[in-house]
C-alpha cells in the first residue's frame, strides 16, 4: 500500500546530541512537510520541501534542518536537541502545495534525557 | 492571516447518538477546510475537506461536515457515534485566495464516546 513511513517509531537522545529523523513515502508526491507536535498541542509546521526547493518556516530555530536526497526520502535534524524539543515529529505529503490533501505519517516521538 | 478555533477542548457523547465538533475559521481569502482525527501515539488520519462547491461534505467512516460561509464555520458532525470514534480531532484551514501553502491546525478537540 501506498504511505508515509517514519523510523523510528520511538527515538530517545541526550541533551545536545544530535539526531536525525527518518521519513520516506510511496505516494511519489512532490511535497513533504515536517510538523512537530508537543503534548496536548496542534500540529506546528518546521518546513517542507516542494521537489528540491526548501522552505522554512520564520519561526523554525536555527537548531531544525531537513535534507530530501531524493523524491522518496526526508530527513529532519536536529543538531543539539534540548529538553524542550521533546515532542512527537510528523511527516506529510501532498502532491501539491494547494488543494491537495496533506497524508501523515505515524509519527516519531522523541525523548530528550 | 489564517487562523482556526476549537471552541471544546473535550466532547462527551453517549454511544449512538449524534455527534458534532465544532470548528470556526478566519481567513482572509477563500478557505480550503479539512478535518483530521488522530488517534493516541498516531499520526493525523484524513477524514474530510471542503475545497468548493456542496456546502455538505461526507468523509470517511461516516463523518460529514458543513461549510457555512456567513458563520465561517466547518462543524463536523456523525450521525450516531461509535466508542471507537474516541479520539483526537483537528480542523485545519488554508487560505488558497492569498496563495498560502501552510496548513493551519486548530488545537483539538478530544472525542469521548460513552459506551
Known amino acids: 500500500d501506498a504511505m508515509v513511513i517514519q523510523n523510528p517509531r520511538y527515538q530517545v537522545t541526550q541533551f545536545g546530541k544530535p539526531v536525525t529523523l527518518s521519513c520516506s513515502q510511496t505516494l511519489n508526491h512532490n511535497v513533504m512537510y515536517w510538523y512537530q507536535q508537543k503534548s496536548s498541542q496542534a500540529p506546528k509546521l518546521l518546513f517542507h520541501?516542494?521537489?528540491?526547493?526548501?522552505?522554512n518556516e520564520a519561526d523554525t530555530p536555527d537548531n531544525f534542518q531537513s535534507r530530501r536526497p531524493n523524491t522518496s526520502f526526508c530527513f529532519l535534524d536536529i543538531r543539539s536537541p534540548g529538553l524542550g524539543d521533546a515532542a512527537m515529529y510528523l511527516c506529510?505529503?501532498?502532491?501539491?502545495?494547494?488543494?491537495?490533501?496533506?497524508?501523515f505519517g505515524p509519527g516519531t516521538r522523541l525523548l530528550v534525557l | 492571516a489564517q487562523s482556526v478555533a476549537q471552541p471544546e477542548d473535550q466532547v462527551n457523547v453517549a454511544e449512538g447518538n449524534p455527534l458534532t465538533v465544532k470548528c470556526t475559521y478566519s481567513v482572509s481569502g477563500n478557505p480550503y477546510l479539512f478535518w483530521y482525527v488522530q488517534y493516541p501515539n498516531r499520526g493525523l488520519q484524513f477524514l474530510l475537506k471542503y475545497i468548493t462547491g456542496d456546502n455538505l461534505v461526507k468523509g470517511s467512516y461516516g463523518f460529514e461536515a458543513e461549510f457555512n460561509k456567513s458563520q465561517t464555520s466547518f462543524h463536523l458532525k456523525k450521525p450516531s457515534a461509535l466508542v471507537s470514534d474516541s479520539a483526537l480531532y483537528f480542523c485545519?484551514?488554508?487560505?488558497?485566495?492569498?496563495?498560502?501553502?501552510?496548513?493551519?491546525f486548530g488545537k483539538g478537540t478530544k472525542l469521548s464516546v460513552i459506551p
Open positions: 506529510a505529503t501532498s502532491r501539491t502545495v494547494h488543494q491537495e490533501t496533506q497524508y
Open positions: 520541501y516542494y521537489d528540491k526547493d526548501f522552505n
Open positions: 485545519a484551514v488554508r487560505d488558497i485566495t492569498a496563495g498560502s501553502y501552510q496548513l493551519t
